[in-house]
């Protein structure tokens, strides 16, 4: 029920790595040991020809043969210098030693050997895979370089090998479950094992603990205190735990984190000291928002209150809107939403899941359309911009690029033309005197607008509203220069018309805005206060009535799309339109575009 990209959701369950299979045991021969091994397909057990341990298995030291220890040893000894992330490389070469044991498969009893490999993590599942090489294409690949038996015990339904295929067939070389489906296999097997009190149904996670320590000052401090060697947490009464003043907060040098430098802070009592890790970054940015609701609250992190009628709703999520990178992914969002659903479990939120509706805006490239960076002297300093253009046209140019989620990129030209807008809507309200001072305009006038008029201004409000909803900040800016563009020549200007306009600009270039509506409420008496106290203008369906017209889309002449767009808007309006929809840039991406083809009121037409 979350609005959340696709992606994002497929990235946290991917990290998440939810699997549902079976535990299997395998007797060790010659021993009372046993390995178990969770596997998503206990339907191809019978072609189970080996086991592979983790080389941290605890089972290794007590199974290896005296022949084998120090291969095994000298392996494990490499094995500790790699990563998680390097042992998981799935392009790399596979590597393995033999332990000199056996395990008897359950299915058969068949002796199999037990071998360790650095891609079997001892921190997924049982740290011990059974392999069948058959039907897993890592298994086949490690058996045939250590030349290990190969067992088909699912045949495709269709005309594929038999080896090295990995989806769902029908069982054979199977006796017990022999021309069952891979579903129906599954669930017979598993009885069968779970009688046998050989193995029974699991369900696995890839997710792992998070180490939630940090040695540094700028955290929040553990609420625990240590005492012969035990720790409890600090009671109500005994919080919050305040960090002590520090005048040297950097790393001790000798491994002990900044706080232990506080020694009265870390002596609690006779025989107890405190905790002094501090919690890590992330911490504190998976439940800020909650405190937001109710930031004077002395007594609860946010009263029930507060919480609900800020997170409250018919929808799952508490906090409305997010827009975050893609980077958050599996980290912050993923952090965040284990926070919020404890919280929720514990009866302290009303909502399980944090954040309802989430965003992902696109990077800014270059010029050169790459990804900005130092190496490709291609980064555009902001300051530098605002120091040439000011901050409006910046802002205004960041939205005016193209939809929020996609990646674009960065045009100095495209800088200067939203400039030259603000400075057209500046000139449209503002004119100089002969003492080169800026003076409102005489055109400015407390008059009622004409028909027309009102027609444009209730298609610009109506435009930028559902633009904004729809983070279509490109589009709306664009509706704005039209109407700009309407009033340039006129006589008078409807001192109403600016006010509604100006409040609608004011998110996308306040500074500018913000200086214009202190000039009419000087100019005309006004007390109705700052812009960024005034209501959201309103439109009336009614006044839009011939004010827009559907235009269509094609390319090479075939239909692609429709838009609805303003009867007044120009051949440039309508092209430039075209051109940023979505459905049209997707097809033609990569493409030279030859020419443009406007027929107002009626179409456009994109030669490529």
């Known amino acids: 029920e979350l609005d959340w990209p696709e992606g994002i959701k497929l990235l946290q369950r991917n990290w998440i790595g939810r699997s549902e299979g079976a535990e299997i045991d395998f007797k060790i021969d010659k021993s009372d040991q046993k390995i178990r091994v969770f596997t998503t397909r206990p339907d191809t057990l019978y072609g189970g020809t080996f086991l592979v341990l983790a080389p941290e298995h605890s089972l290794v030291d007590l199974i290896v043969t005296e022949e084998q220890w120090p291969a095994v040893r000298d392996y494990r000894e490499r094995t500790a210098r ?3 992330l390097e042992r998981a490389d799935l392009s790399k070469d596979k590597t393995g030693v033999f332990t000199g044991a056996y395990a008897i498969n359950p299915a058969n009893s068949e002796k199999i050997p037990i071998l360790i490999a650095d891609y079997v993590l001892v921190g997924y599942g049982t740290g011990a895979i059974g392999g069948v090489p058959a039907h897993d294409e890592r298994d086949l690949e490690f058996a045939k370089k250590f030349d290990l038996p190969i067992v088909v015990v699912v045949q495709p339904t269709g005309d594929e090998p038999a080896i090295g295929f990995t989806r769902e067939g029908i069982a054979v070389n199977s006796p017990i479950i022999n021309g069952l489906t891979s579903a129906e296999a599954k669930k017979k097997i598993t009885g069968w094992l779970e009688e046998r009190g050989q193995g029974k149904r699991a369900i696995n996670y890839k997710l792992r603990d998070w180490l939630f320590s940090r040695q540094r000052y700028w955290g929040e401090p553990f609420p625990i205190i240590w005492q012969d060697g035990k720790h409890r947490s600090l009671s109500e009464g005994e919080l919050p735990v305040v960090p002590p003043a520090l005048e040297d907060y950097k790393p001790t040098g000798t491994g002990e984190p900044p706080l232990a430098r506080a020694k009265e802070w870390v002596h609690y009592s006779e025989k107890a000291v405190r905790e002094t890790n501090t919690m890590p970054q992330w911490a504190g940015s998976c439940w800020y928002y909650l405190r937001f609701c109710d930031p004077h609250n002395d007594h609860r992190f946010v009263g029930k209150e507060a919480e609900r009628y800020w997170m409250g709703g018919d929808k799952p999520g508490g906090v409305d809107l997010y827009v975050g990178g893609t980077e958050h992914a599996v980290l912050h969002l993923l952090y965040a939403r284990f926070w919020q659903k404890v919280l929720f479990d514990l009866g302290y939120v009303s909502k399980p899941e944090p954040f309802q509706r989430l965003v992902n805006q696109g990077i800014i490239l270059g010029e050169d359309n790459q990804k900005m960076s130092k ?77 027309p008029q009102q027609k444009m201004l209730h298609a610009t409000i109506k435009k930028v509203t559902e633009d904004i909803e729809s983070f279509s900040f490109n589009t709306a800016i664009s509706q704005m220069m039209i109407f700009v563009n309407a009033l340039t020549n006129v006589d008078v200007i409807p001192l109403s ?108 037409n994109i030669v490529v």
């Open 82 to 84: 790699k990563s998680d």
């Open 375 to 451: 190496s490709r002297g291609n980064i555009v300093n902001p300051d530098d911009v605002i120091d040439l253009h000011g901050a409006d046209a910046f802002r205004c140019y960041e939205m005016f690029m193209g939809p929020l989620q996609q990646m674009k990129p960065w045009s100095t030209r495209g800088v200067e033309g939203v400039a030259r807008f603000l400075a057209r809507v500046w000139r449209l309200l503002m004119t100089e005197n002969q003492r080169g001072e800026w003076e409102l305009s005489s055109k400015v006038k407390a008059a009622d607008p004409n028909k």
């Open 497 to 604: 018309l600016m006010r509604s306009f100006l409040i609608l600009l004011n998110p996308f270039a306040p500074h500018i805005a913000s200086e214009l509506w202190e000039g009419l409420n000087a100019k005309f008496n006004d007390v109705r206060g700052d812009i960024t106290e005034q209501p959201w203008p309103s439109y009336d369906e009614r006044l839009l009535a011939e004010q827009e017209v559907e235009i269509v889309i094609q390319i090479n002449g075939k239909l692609r799309d429709r838009m609805k767009m303003p009867v007044l808007a120009t051949e440039e309006e309508l092209k430039a339109a075209a051109l940023s929809n979505q459905k049209i840039q997707d097809r033609i991406a990569g493409r030279t575009v030859r020419n443009v083809i406007v027929v107002p009121r009626k179409l456009v």
